[in-house]
């Protein structure tokens, strides 16, 4: 019996050539391709034919067809999507850390339309550089002699660490060995660029004269490394960075012209390719190890305390202060692309410059567009109101209500349950950790929250939001306006659904 059913079953199922000319898929092929659809269809005739086998009846041609449509959008659909962030995390690193401004939308836009003068010289009519570009602006907004810019925080560490410090020791705060998100270790860095690790004081306190003390005549570096995703409370204390400037300094000076150098000639990787003839007395440079490195993490070039959040360490305090080389990031706090940012005295950004970790580490022109745009609007004091970063930090917590209980509003109105809470908005992504900022939220009760979230997902744009003691959490600090109708329409169908 089971074959003569199989058979039948079988002869019911369409021809891949009929199928492709059914009206529901003539769009896809238009979109797609045909082939593409036609390999859509073959498998999932194929799938049919297995559930034939398996003992079930065969699908109509509407469902094979119904089925080709989904699966194939569903396949076509890009992983990397643009989504609606309605969690209250500003600086959220899975969905991208933050938006970029307009005018960075504009110039990444315009510079990926062409042709451009990414290693050109319009002057000179021949190659130019690509480092050229951000190192004016990024010494400008600083104060700092020169800068350069690699692919992010984490290259900006270990290509200094490995220009400036490779088989030398680089003293560091056992406070401040810290791990941050994916799992990347300070430690861990230290020596895959060949550095050795010397660390000082205590995880709660490190005094000053830790650091002096640990000083030979193998120290490459004192090393400041700025807790970006925690904060010690309590019994704490650490020197401040004037104070490390101030032992590198005087060590240098005790390195005086009259005497042989404790330090001797430094080799670094990649740019001198046979260690120098030692100087004579009267041509030995001036010293210049150790050096003193910041790592800000995330960095920021305005002041956080004017928005009524902690202090975040400011890059041009880390200049004024004499940091030799500072890093930070150029997609938090600055509010522009995914890069490391590197900034400091000439001669050692020079050296970093000329490395060969500087090529694999370089950003594209679609970067460094974008960052010219974001640095164009702190010089032109503009950050707070044009980079969306700071635009959703400065927006009052009365603004954030008003949007919610308009969207409120308007979900009653369509016979949908929602109300508004207070709450606390996030800054995220390993940036002024511990603080926030009051905020109000769209809150629905749902009988499946954890459902109606995954349902949410589904949308396109697909909506995250989040979930706190069983209640759907919706914060519009982290929506941006062009995207509330959206919003709205969102869950509004989803709502609707639940209910059905």
């Not at 050539?17 to 092929?29: H, K, Y």
């Amino acid at each position: 019996m089971k074959p003569q059913f199989e058979a039948a079953e079988f002869r019911k199922l369409p021809s891949v050539d009929s199928l492709l000319r059914r009206a529901e898929l003539s769009p896809l092929v238009a979109e797609f391709g045909t082939g593409p659809v036609t390999a859509a269809a073959r498998t999932e005739l194929e799938a049919a034919r297995d559930a034939i086998r398996a003992g079930a009846a065969a699908p109509t041609w509407e469902r094979i067809a119904e089925r080709i449509v989904s699966n194939l959008r569903a396949v076509e659909t890009p992983s990397l999507r643009p989504v609606i962030n309605a969690t209250g995390v500003l600086i959220h690193t899975n969905l991208g850390r933050t938006p970029l401004s307009q005018a960075a939308q504009i110039a990444v836009i315009e510079l990926a339309k062409g042709y451009s003068t990414l290693e050109y010289d319009l002057e000179a009519g021949g190659r130019g550089s690509r480092h050229r570009h951000p190192a004016r602006l990024l010494s400008e907004l600083t104060g700092a002699e020169d800068a350069l810019v690699v692919n992010n925080n984490a290259s900006a560490v270990f290509l200094v660490l490995t220009a400036l410090a490779h088989g030398r020791e680089v003293i560091v705060s056992r406070g401040e060995l810290v791990e941050i998100g994916g799992g990347f270790r300070i430690p861990d860095v230290l020596r895959q660029s060949g550095a050795t690790l010397v660390e000082v004081g205590t995880t709660n306190r490190t005094h000053p004269h830790d650091f002096a003390n640990a000083i030979s005549c193998h120290t490459a570096a004192l090393m400041r490394i700025h807790a970006s995703n925690f904060r010690q409370l309590g019994f704490v204390k650490k020197p401040e960075l004037n104070q490390l400037v101030a032992i590198a300094q005087a060590h240098r000076a005790d390195e005086s012209p009259d005497r042989p150098s404790s330090v001797g000639p430094v080799q670094i990787p990649g740019i001198d390719d046979r260690a120098p003839a030692e100087p004579t007395l009267a041509e030995r440079p001036e010293p210049e190890w150790p050096i003193v490195i910041d790592d800000l993490g995330s960095g920021t070039l305005l002041d956080t305390a004017r928005f009524g959040l902690a202090a975040e360490p400011m890059v041009q305090s880390s200049v004024h202060a004499g940091a030799d080389i500072i890093t930070f990031s150029g997609d938090k706090l600055l509010g522009g692309p995914q890069a490391g940012l590197i900034v400091g005295k000439s001669k050692y950004i020079s050296r970093l410059r000329a490395h060969p970790l500087a090529r694999a580490l370089r950003v594209d022109k679609m970067t460094l567009a974008a960052l010219d745009a974001t640095l164009r609007a702190y010089r032109s004091g503009r950050a707070a109101t044009e980079i969306p970063v700071w635009r959703m930090i400065d927006q009052p917590a009365e603004t954030v209500k008003r949007r919610t209980q308009q969207l409120q509003r308007q979900l009653v109105a369509a016979g949908l349950d929602a109300a508004v809470v207070r709450g606390e908005s996030t800054i995220g992504g390993g940036s002024l950790p511990g603080e926030t900022l009051p905020t109000h939220l769209l809150a629905l009760d749902t009988p499946q929250p954890d459902t109606f979230a995954a349902a949410l997902r589904q949308n396109d744009p697909p909506v995250i939001c989040r979930i706190q003691n069983e209640l759907l959490l919706l914060d519009l600090r982290t929506v941006l306006p062009e995207q509330d109708a959206g919003l709205l329409e969102a869950l509004a169908i989803r709502m609707t659904a639940s209910r059905a």
